[in-house]
Structure formats: C-alpha cells, structure tokens
C-alpha cells in the first residue's frame, strides 16, 4: 500500500522569503505521479504543482517548485517570493501511472502553512 | 479542466437528520468520488460514484450511512445519513482528469455541523 507522510505539521514564513515544505513517500511502484494540493480557509482544493515520476526534470510553476528525489522517496514543494495569498493547508498526494480515472490517490496529512506580513 | 458545483456550501443540522449534498460537473465524467475531511485532517475517501451501478465504498464506510446517487455522467449526490456530531466535517466531491485521469479536481467542499 502507497504511503504519504508530511513531517511538518505547521510552518511559517515572513512574506517575500522562500520556504520549504516536506514530502515523502514509499510506494513499490516504478510509474507514478506526485501531487501537491493548496487548500486556503476557502476550502476549494487547488492543485499547485505535478510531477511524473519518469520525469527527472523538477516541475516548476511560477513561483512553486518540486525538489523530486525518487531513490529518496521525497518530493519537496519549495515556494518562493511567499505571499500572504499563499496562506494555507498544502497536500501532497500520490497516485500510480496505472490509475486511469482518479480512483487511487494517495494524501498526506498536510502541513498548514501561514505567510506573515 | 472540469468545473463542479457542489451545495450546499455549509449547512448546520440536528442530530438524527439526514442531509443531500450536490455534485455537478460541467462535462461527463466517468468516476465521481466523495472525500471526507474531519475537521484539521486530512482527505478520505469515501466512495466512488459510477453511473448505473452502485458506488464503490471504502472500508469504514457503508451504504446505509452515505447512501450515493449517481444518474448520469454530470451529477451525483451524498447523503449523510443520520447524523450524528461525529459526521461534522467538511465533505467533498472529485472528478479525475487528464491523460489517464491523473489530475484529482475538486468541488468548493460542503462543511457540515451537526449539533
């Protein structure tokens, strides 16, 4: 069975500087993909970033990147330039290559994350 | 990517009542899931929803509790059966998307309190 495990339960960061948010996993599978999930006091889940593990490159979207280390079982969310609007609970989740429709997703427990002004 | 409208948004029920919440996506989608977050955890699910069958429950969760409607390829509904304080939480509705549906979209999420 996959496993998702979030060491941090909550951080803080001072707007405009970088932070670092802490993802393993274990997983026997070879082909999988890597999530992390943004959910604001809003309660809307937003999906920040992706990474297909046969990817060596690291996914980056804006400000949001991926330290991905599959021999390490890590999968890091590194957020620069922190906005107040980054204020929030973040997921990282994991589903394997084979699942077709949605239907193995794998969560972590979150780590809530608060920007200070 | 899909867009789904869930409701309510929050409701706040008495202890023994039942509660109906609706999921509809703007485009068909083969599987629809029901996620559960108690309150400061994480996601579980709690059943898949398949149009013309019954839906899938994980373990934990029964049909006579959540009993899941799913009609057609746009819509599906949950019901929290019986509620009691414990059922407080926020419940939300998913779709898979993308190639091989490796993307999880989410409804706005209902927040329940059962007093």
């Known amino acids: 069975a996959q496993t998702v495990t979030q060491s941090q339960p909550e951080m803080s960061v001072q707007e405009a500087e970088t932070v670092t948010l802490s993802c393993t996993y274990d997983?026997?599978?070879?082909?999988?993909?890597l999530f992390w999930y943004k959910q604001p006091p809003s309660r809307q889940m937003i999906l920040v970033i992706r990474?297909?593990?046969?990817?060596?490159q690291n996914a980056t979207e804006n400000r949001f990147s991926v330290n991905f280390q599959k021999a390490a079982k890590s999968f890091s969310l590194k957020i620069s330039d922190s906005q107040l609007g980054d204020t929030a609970m973040y997921f990282c989740a994991f589903t394997p290559s084979t699942d077709n429709y949605g239907q193995n997703f794998v969560f972590g427990p979150g780590t809530r994350l608060s920007v200070l002004p | 990517s899909a867009v789904i409208s869930q409701k309510p948004s929050r409701d706040i029920c008495q202890r023994g009542t039942s509660l109906t919440i609706q999921c509809q996506v703007d485009?068909?989608?083969?599987?629809m899931f029901w996620y559960r977050q108690q309150p400061g955890q994480s996601l579980t699910l709690i059943a898949t929803a398949n149009q013309g069958s019954e839906a899938t429950y994980e373990s934990g969760f029964v049909i006579d509790k959540f009993p899941i409607s799913r009609p057609n390829l746009t819509f599906s509904t949950l019901t929290v059966s019986n509620m009691s304080p414990e059922d407080s939480s926020i419940y939300l509705c998913s779709v898979g998307e993308g190639f091989g549906a490796n993307v999880l979209t989410f409804g706005a999420g209902s927040r329940l309190t059962v007093l």
């Open positions: 485009s068909q989608v083969t599987m």
């Open positions: 997983t026997s599978e070879n082909n999988y993909y």
């Open positions: 990474q297909e593990a046969y990817k060596q």
